[in-house]
């Protein structure tokens, strides 16, 4: 049973369009972590959201996690194909501290 | 460079072949992980020591296993290799903290296991 899933989990979209990845779960997590991995290599934290409705701006991607605290959303304006690549959540949940993985949004972005 | 080595980078073995990954962690690092990722999947967790103890287990398959060093190096050992097996393997490392625990990735070992 996957705890968190990631939707859609395939995407590809033409430069300069928007799109909005989706991470939910029925778990509470403490915090609510964003990776990027490129190909070949391991995944990069972009963001940690930790407040129940708090919203992060990271240039044209804005992360918002939910007032439940239990789902996350990624949204890239403009979206460029320096953006292409896998993004994980990663939840850290409340009771234990494990972190939990979604399964990954693949996006490609087509110039 | 998140400060996490891994070697090998590349691995070519048989089935029925036993492993060595190696890993060292950031420095000051507590915490390491360990995960598998198959082509195109997303991170299966296998394992996380903590200063020399192991902390928690995911889907870690009884051939495979792992400690952590008193230098808080650690070593995944896969053995009876199965063409299943390959995949890429990363570890990470933390300072665990409670609510925002960040970790960072090595770059990987890619195993084929032929």
């Known amino acids: 049973t996957q705890l968190l899933e990631q939707s859609p989990q395939f995407l590809s979209i033409q430069e300069g369009e928007n799109l909005t990845v989706y991470c939910n779960s029925s778990s509470v997590f403490s915090s609510l972590q964003w990776y990027r991995q490129e190909p070949g290599e391991g995944p990069v934290l972009l963001v940690t959201v930790v407040t129940g409705g708090e919203v992060k701006k990271l240039k044209r991607l804005t992360f918002q996690f939910g007032d439940a605290r239990k789902d996350s959303s990624l949204h890239i304006t403009a979206a460029q194909p320096g953006d292409t690549g896998l993004y994980l959540c990663a939840g850290l949940m409340d009771s234990n501290y494990q972190l939990i993985w979604g399964a990954g949004t693949k996006l490609i972005i087509k110039p | 460079d998140s400060g996490v080595t891994q070697t090998p980078k590349h691995l070519i073995t048989a089935t029925g072949q036993r492993v060595t990954l190696r890993c060292s962690p950031r420095s000051g690092d507590l915490s390491v992980y360990w995960y598998q990722q198959s082509l195109d999947q997303g991170l299966q967790f296998l394992i996380q020591?903590?200063?020399?103890?192991?902390?928690a287990k995911g889907n870690i398959l009884e051939r495979f296993s792992a400690q952590q060093f008193p230098d808080l190096h650690s070593e995944l050992n896969l053995s009876s290799l199965e063409l299943g097996d390959s995949a890429l393997y990363f570890c990470a490392s933390s300072v665990p903290g409670g609510s925002t625990d960040t970790q960072y990735f090595g770059p990987g070992t890619r195993l084929t296991v032929l």
């Open positions: 020591y903590y200063n020399g103890e192991e902390r």
